[in-house]
């Protein structure tokens, strides 16, 4: 098992970014993470995620607003396409 790592700035913006990782088994991605972060207020926050966790692919949407509350985080699972947000 091999994993890989980076961060990419976007576009020349000091406070936009990606972050990218994959775990690779015998040549086959088993596992992914695809985040964009912004720099608010002097903080790197995560913005949207997609990722394998919980078993399947989906997409987190952050809510830096609610960060530390259980309202934080919305999800979006493949085939689901609910918005899944903790009222």
């Known amino acids: ?6 961060i990419v700035p976007l576009h020349g ?13 015998e040549g086959t991605v088993t596992g992914f993470v695809i ?6 207020e002097g903080e ?4 949207v995620r997609y990722d394998t966790a919980h078993g399947s692919p ?6 830096p607003e609610d960060i530390g509350n259980e309202r ?10 609910d918005d899944t947000r903790p009222e």
Do not use: V
């Open 13 to 25: 913006s000091p406070a936009n970014r990606y972050r990218h990782r994959h775990t690779l088994e």
């Open 58 to 63: 989906h997409k987190d949407i952050m809510h």
């Open 72 to 81: 934080g985080i919305s999800a979006l699972h493949q085939g689901r396409g």
């Open 44 to 47: 790197w926050r995560e913005i």
């Open 1 to 6: 098992m091999s994993e890989t790592q980076f």
């Open 35 to 40: 985040q964009y972060e912004a720099e608010i």
